[in-house]
T-cell receptor, first 113, second 111 residues
Framework: DGGITQSPKYLFRKEGQNVTLSCEQN?????MYWYRQDPGQGLRLIYY???????QKGDIAEGYSVSREKKESFPLTVTSAQKNPTAFYLC????????????FGPGTRLTVT | GQQVMQIPQYQHVQEGEDFTTYCNSS?????IQWYKQRPGGHPVFLIQ?????EVKKQKRLTFQFGEAKKNSSLHITATQTTDVGTYFC???????????FGKGTSLLVTP
Protein backbone atom coordinates (compact mmCIF):
# COMPACT_ATOMS: atom_id res chain seq x y z
CA ASP A 1 0.00 0.00 0.00
CA GLY A 2 1.26 3.48 -0.85
CA GLY A 3 1.01 6.05 1.85
CA ILE A 4 2.57 8.19 4.50
CA THR A 5 3.24 6.90 8.00
CA GLN A 6 3.99 8.63 11.26
CA SER A 7 5.09 6.99 14.43
CA PRO A 8 4.31 6.78 17.21
CA LYS A 9 0.65 7.80 17.40
CA TYR A 10 1.06 9.06 20.97
CA LEU A 11 4.28 10.27 22.55
CA PHE A 12 4.96 11.43 26.09
CA ARG A 13 8.09 13.29 27.16
CA LYS A 14 9.40 15.20 30.11
CA GLU A 15 10.12 18.89 29.77
CA GLY A 16 13.70 19.60 28.75
CA GLN A 17 14.07 16.53 26.52
CA ASN A 18 14.45 16.62 22.77
CA VAL A 19 12.15 14.27 20.89
CA THR A 20 12.15 13.16 17.25
CA LEU A 21 8.96 12.40 15.34
CA SER A 22 9.14 10.04 12.41
CA CYS A 23 7.58 10.57 8.98
CA GLU A 24 8.01 8.14 6.08
CA GLN A 25 6.34 8.10 2.66
CA ASN A 26 6.44 5.63 -0.22
CA UNK A 27 4.51 7.83 -2.66
CA UNK A 28 7.70 8.92 -4.44
CA UNK A 29 6.88 12.53 -3.57
CA UNK A 30 9.61 15.14 -3.72
CA UNK A 31 8.00 17.55 -1.24
CA MET A 32 7.34 16.92 2.44
CA TYR A 33 5.89 19.13 5.16
CA TRP A 34 5.46 19.32 8.91
CA TYR A 35 2.46 21.04 10.48
CA ARG A 36 1.41 21.66 14.02
CA GLN A 37 -2.27 21.63 14.93
CA ASP A 38 -3.66 23.19 18.09
CA PRO A 39 -7.39 23.52 18.89
CA GLY A 40 -8.88 26.43 16.98
CA GLN A 41 -5.56 27.25 15.27
CA GLY A 42 -5.81 25.26 12.09
CA LEU A 43 -2.63 23.92 10.52
CA ARG A 44 0.54 25.91 11.02
CA LEU A 45 3.58 25.13 8.89
CA ILE A 46 6.77 24.29 10.78
CA TYR A 47 9.18 23.23 8.01
CA TYR A 48 8.94 22.03 4.46
CA UNK A 49 11.26 20.40 1.98
CA UNK A 50 10.89 20.48 -1.78
CA UNK A 51 13.81 18.16 -2.47
CA UNK A 52 16.35 15.97 -0.71
CA UNK A 53 19.02 17.84 1.28
CA UNK A 54 17.05 21.07 1.17
CA UNK A 55 14.40 22.46 3.51
CA GLN A 56 12.81 25.79 4.37
CA LYS A 57 11.43 27.30 7.56
CA GLY A 58 7.70 27.71 7.82
CA ASP A 59 5.77 30.15 9.99
CA ILE A 60 6.65 28.59 13.37
CA ALA A 61 10.08 26.98 12.96
CA GLU A 62 11.56 28.21 16.25
CA GLY A 63 12.36 25.33 18.59
CA TYR A 64 12.18 22.71 15.84
CA SER A 65 14.72 21.12 13.50
CA VAL A 66 14.46 18.79 10.51
CA SER A 67 16.63 16.82 8.13
CA ARG A 68 15.97 15.46 4.65
CA GLU A 69 18.69 12.94 3.89
CA LYS A 70 16.41 10.57 2.02
CA LYS A 71 13.46 11.22 -0.27
CA GLU A 72 11.24 8.93 1.78
CA SER A 73 11.96 10.39 5.21
CA PHE A 74 11.53 13.78 6.89
CA PRO A 75 12.01 13.50 10.67
CA LEU A 76 11.12 16.40 12.94
CA THR A 77 12.97 17.08 16.20
CA VAL A 78 11.14 19.05 18.85
CA THR A 79 13.88 20.61 20.95
CA SER A 80 13.79 21.75 24.54
CA ALA A 81 13.80 25.32 23.19
CA GLN A 82 10.20 24.93 21.97
CA LYS A 83 8.14 26.69 24.65
CA ASN A 84 4.82 24.91 24.11
CA PRO A 85 5.59 21.56 22.47
CA THR A 86 2.36 19.75 23.43
CA ALA A 87 0.36 19.51 20.21
CA PHE A 88 -0.82 17.29 17.36
CA TYR A 89 1.87 17.04 14.66
CA LEU A 90 0.99 16.22 11.08
CA CYS A 91 3.36 15.27 8.30
CA UNK A 92 2.37 15.57 4.63
CA UNK A 93 3.87 14.96 1.22
CA UNK A 94 3.11 16.08 -2.32
CA UNK A 95 4.57 16.58 -5.73
CA UNK A 96 7.11 19.41 -6.01
CA UNK A 97 5.85 22.90 -6.85
CA UNK A 98 2.43 24.49 -6.73
CA UNK A 99 -0.90 22.89 -7.38
CA UNK A 100 -0.31 19.41 -5.93
CA UNK A 101 -2.61 17.95 -3.33
CA UNK A 102 -1.02 17.09 -0.04
CA UNK A 103 -1.32 13.62 1.47
CA PHE A 104 -1.29 13.60 5.25
CA GLY A 105 -0.08 11.00 7.70
CA PRO A 106 -2.21 9.97 10.69
CA GLY A 107 -0.38 12.36 13.01
CA THR A 108 1.52 12.11 16.30
CA ARG A 109 0.06 13.55 19.46
CA LEU A 110 2.94 14.78 21.62
CA THR A 111 2.44 15.53 25.30
CA VAL A 112 5.24 17.17 27.25
CA THR A 113 4.93 17.47 31.03
CA GLY B 1 2.87 37.54 4.56
CA GLN B 2 -0.14 35.92 3.01
CA GLN B 3 -3.04 35.24 5.35
CA VAL B 4 -6.01 33.02 4.72
CA MET B 5 -9.05 33.74 6.86
CA GLN B 6 -11.93 31.32 7.18
CA ILE B 7 -15.39 31.86 8.63
CA PRO B 8 -17.32 30.79 10.55
CA GLN B 9 -15.10 28.97 13.05
CA TYR B 10 -17.95 26.67 14.10
CA GLN B 11 -21.33 25.78 12.63
CA HIS B 12 -23.99 23.57 14.16
CA VAL B 13 -26.83 22.51 11.86
CA GLN B 14 -29.72 20.09 11.86
CA GLU B 15 -29.43 17.25 9.39
CA GLY B 16 -30.91 18.35 6.08
CA GLU B 17 -29.96 22.02 6.45
CA ASP B 18 -27.45 23.65 4.15
CA PHE B 19 -23.97 24.78 5.22
CA THR B 20 -21.46 27.24 3.80
CA THR B 21 -17.91 28.11 4.81
CA TYR B 22 -16.03 31.07 3.39
CA CYS B 23 -12.35 31.59 2.78
CA ASN B 24 -10.65 34.97 2.15
CA SER B 25 -7.03 35.68 1.30
CA SER B 26 -5.14 38.93 1.79
CA UNK B 27 -3.35 38.33 -1.52
CA UNK B 28 -4.20 36.84 -4.89
CA UNK B 29 -4.00 33.06 -4.96
CA UNK B 30 -2.75 30.92 -7.80
CA UNK B 31 -4.97 28.08 -6.61
CA ILE B 32 -7.13 27.07 -3.66
CA GLN B 33 -7.55 23.62 -2.17
CA TRP B 34 -10.12 22.28 0.25
CA TYR B 35 -9.53 19.56 2.83
CA LYS B 36 -11.78 17.72 5.29
CA GLN B 37 -10.63 16.42 8.65
CA ARG B 38 -12.93 14.03 10.51
CA PRO B 39 -12.80 14.10 14.32
CA GLY B 40 -9.67 12.25 15.44
CA GLY B 41 -8.42 11.97 11.87
CA HIS B 42 -6.11 13.74 9.49
CA PRO B 43 -6.91 16.19 6.67
CA VAL B 44 -7.99 14.62 3.39
CA PHE B 45 -7.89 16.48 0.09
CA LEU B 46 -11.29 17.27 -1.44
CA ILE B 47 -10.66 19.47 -4.46
CA GLN B 48 -8.53 22.15 -6.10
CA UNK B 49 -9.73 25.25 -7.94
CA UNK B 50 -7.40 27.15 -10.25
CA UNK B 51 -9.37 29.41 -12.60
CA UNK B 52 -10.98 32.73 -11.77
CA UNK B 53 -14.71 32.24 -11.15
CA GLU B 54 -14.41 28.45 -11.25
CA VAL B 55 -17.24 26.34 -9.82
CA LYS B 56 -16.91 22.62 -9.17
CA LYS B 57 -19.38 20.16 -7.72
CA GLN B 58 -18.94 16.87 -5.91
CA LYS B 59 -22.38 15.40 -5.21
CA ARG B 60 -23.85 17.69 -2.52
CA LEU B 61 -20.69 19.84 -2.25
CA THR B 62 -20.22 22.97 -4.38
CA PHE B 63 -16.90 24.81 -4.46
CA GLN B 64 -16.38 28.29 -5.85
CA PHE B 65 -13.29 30.38 -6.56
CA GLY B 66 -13.85 34.13 -6.70
CA GLU B 67 -13.33 36.27 -9.78
CA ALA B 68 -10.40 38.07 -8.15
CA LYS B 69 -8.91 34.76 -6.93
CA LYS B 70 -8.87 36.05 -3.37
CA ASN B 71 -11.85 34.20 -1.96
CA SER B 72 -13.55 30.84 -2.10
CA SER B 73 -16.53 29.04 -0.63
CA LEU B 74 -17.70 25.51 0.07
CA HIS B 75 -21.44 24.90 0.18
CA ILE B 76 -23.00 21.64 1.32
CA THR B 77 -26.62 21.04 0.38
CA ALA B 78 -28.82 19.00 2.74
CA THR B 79 -26.17 18.07 5.26
CA GLN B 80 -25.83 14.53 6.57
CA THR B 81 -24.20 13.26 9.74
CA THR B 82 -21.34 11.96 7.61
CA ASP B 83 -20.47 15.60 6.79
CA VAL B 84 -19.28 16.18 10.36
CA GLY B 85 -15.70 17.40 10.53
CA THR B 86 -13.49 20.41 10.04
CA TYR B 87 -13.19 21.91 6.58
CA PHE B 88 -9.99 23.74 5.68
CA CYS B 89 -9.18 25.92 2.73
CA UNK B 90 -5.56 26.34 1.70
CA UNK B 91 -3.95 28.40 -1.01
CA UNK B 92 -0.71 29.08 -2.79
CA UNK B 93 0.27 32.66 -3.45
CA UNK B 94 1.62 33.38 -6.93
CA UNK B 95 5.21 32.98 -5.73
CA UNK B 96 5.08 30.50 -2.88
CA UNK B 97 5.44 26.73 -2.78
CA UNK B 98 3.95 26.28 0.68
CA UNK B 99 0.20 26.13 1.19
CA UNK B 100 -1.31 28.63 3.63
CA PHE B 101 -4.15 27.01 5.54
CA GLY B 102 -7.15 28.76 7.01
CA LYS B 103 -8.05 27.92 10.60
CA GLY B 104 -10.92 25.76 9.45
CA THR B 105 -14.67 25.58 10.02
CA SER B 106 -15.87 22.84 12.33
CA LEU B 107 -19.24 21.47 11.27
CA LEU B 108 -21.48 19.60 13.64
CA VAL B 109 -24.61 17.95 12.24
CA THR B 110 -27.28 16.66 14.59
CA PRO B 111 -29.88 14.17 13.37
Amino acid sequence: DGGITQSPKYLFRKEGQNVTLSCEQNLNHDAMYWYRQDPGQGLRLIYYSQIVNDFQKGDIAEGYSVSREKKESFPLTVTSAQKNPTAFYLCASSGRGQGYEQYFGPGTRLTVT
Amino acid sequence: GQQVMQIPQYQHVQEGEDFTTYCNSSTTLSNIQWYKQRPGGHPVFLIQLVKSGEVKKQKRLTFQFGEAKKNSSLHITATQTTDVGTYFCAGNSNSGYALNFGKGTSLLVTP
